[in-house]
Each structure stands twice: as C-alpha cells, then as structure tokens.
C-alpha cells in the first residue's frame, strides 16, 4: 500500500487507459451528488463511446498521476471543443478541463495541482489564448490558487 508520500508523475492517457478514465468520472460525479444509478450507468456507457473516439481523434487530451508501480490515483482531461466566433476569442476551438479526479486517500497533496498545471501548459504550448472548466465546490480552490477566476455563464431548464 504506497503511503500518502508515494512519488508520482504526470502522464499522457491513451485508450488503454479508457477504464481508469471512466472510473474516475464515474466517481467525480458520485462525490459530487450528481445523478442517479441509471443516469451514472447511461452517462458512463456513453462516455466511454465518445472517449474512445476522441482520444483517437486528438481532440480528448487525458493527463494521468501515476504512482512508481503505474497505478493511477488522479486525471484530468482537455478537450478541444469548437467555439462561437467572438470579438476577443476568434472562434475555433478551445480547450475545456473536465473530468478532474483525485482517488481519496492521495487527495491534498498537490495531485490536481499538478494535472491543471501539466494541462495549461499544453494548452499554452498550442497557442490556445484560453482555458475553459465549470468547477465543482472541491474543485474551485484548486483552479482559483492557479490564477482561474469565474465567469458568468447562466442556463435555465427548458
Ligand atoms: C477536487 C479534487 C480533484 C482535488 O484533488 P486534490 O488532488 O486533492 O487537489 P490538490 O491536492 O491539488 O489541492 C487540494 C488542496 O490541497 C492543498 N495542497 C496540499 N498539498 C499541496 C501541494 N503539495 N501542492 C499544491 N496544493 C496542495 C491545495 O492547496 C488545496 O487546498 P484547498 O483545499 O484549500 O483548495 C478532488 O477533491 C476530487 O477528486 N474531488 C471529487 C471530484 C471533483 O469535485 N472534481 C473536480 C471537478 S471540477
């Protein structure tokens, strides 16, 4: 059982690593109370198909904390999605975090901090002038110690 100190690094997914991504999905929604057992299990299959595809595509970009003997205890992926032409950002696509998930027992040692960190950095990398996430309430006081602010985007249910 490696200890709350165990080393990790920072990797890139690739579909193999389809199963721990929609593991960890599955559970960063079940922490935040968000959905039922049906609507989890559908959200689950269905993402698994979208996933796969874009992990394929390029357009799903997963970013893997992996202790010494490979096990993954957090993620994040970006994905590039297709944005409205606007006077300050062109159009085109952009990258949105999403998926953010630490395991519990390795949970406030700085793992997301790092996978936010390594995702903004290839984001930055590729030109992309910015970054886009909607935050859970354990989620916010990551992304806002990195400089991420919030923005007024608004829904109603239709
Ligand atoms: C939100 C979540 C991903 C954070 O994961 P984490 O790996 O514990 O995050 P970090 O360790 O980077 O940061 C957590 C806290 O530890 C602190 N911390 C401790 N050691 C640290 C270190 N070495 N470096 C950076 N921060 C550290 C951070 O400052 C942060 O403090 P805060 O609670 O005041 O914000 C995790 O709680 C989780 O999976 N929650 C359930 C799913 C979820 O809500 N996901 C986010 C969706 S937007």
């Known amino acids: 059982m490696p200890g709350r100190a165990a080393p990790v690094r920072i990797r890139r997914a690739t579909v193999r690593d389809l ?3 929609r593991r960890h999905r599955d ?3 079940r922490d935040m109370g ?6 989890l299990a559908a959200a689950d299959r269905a993402y ?3 996933a796969r ?6 357009d799903l970009v997963g970013f893997l904390a992996v202790l010494r003997d490979g096990t993954v205890v957090a993620g994040g992926c ?5 944005h409205q032409p606007h006077p300050v950002l062109a159009g085109g696509r952009v990258p949105y975090l999403l998926s953010m998930y630490t395991e519990p027992a390795h949970r406030g040692r ?3 901090t790092k996978i936010v960190r390594a995702a903004t950095r290839w984001a930055r990398a590729r030109g992309f002038p910015r970054f886009f996430l909607h935050a859970s309430e354990k989620g916010r ?3 806002e110690k990195l400089g991420w602010s919030r923005t007024w985007e608004m829904e109603t249910k239709l």
Do not use: C, H, N
């Not at 595809?53 to 390029?58: A, K, S, V």
């Open 53 to 58: 595809r874009l992990l394929r595509t390029g």
């Open 110 to 112: 700085g793992l997301a």
């Open 27 to 29: 559970a960063m929604f």
């Open 19 to 21: 199963g721990v991504l």
């Open 78 to 82: 970006v994905w590039l999605r297709e």
């Open 141 to 143: 006081g990551v992304y």
């Open 48 to 50: 698994a198909v979208w």
């Open 34 to 39: 968000r959905g039922s057992p049906r609507s």
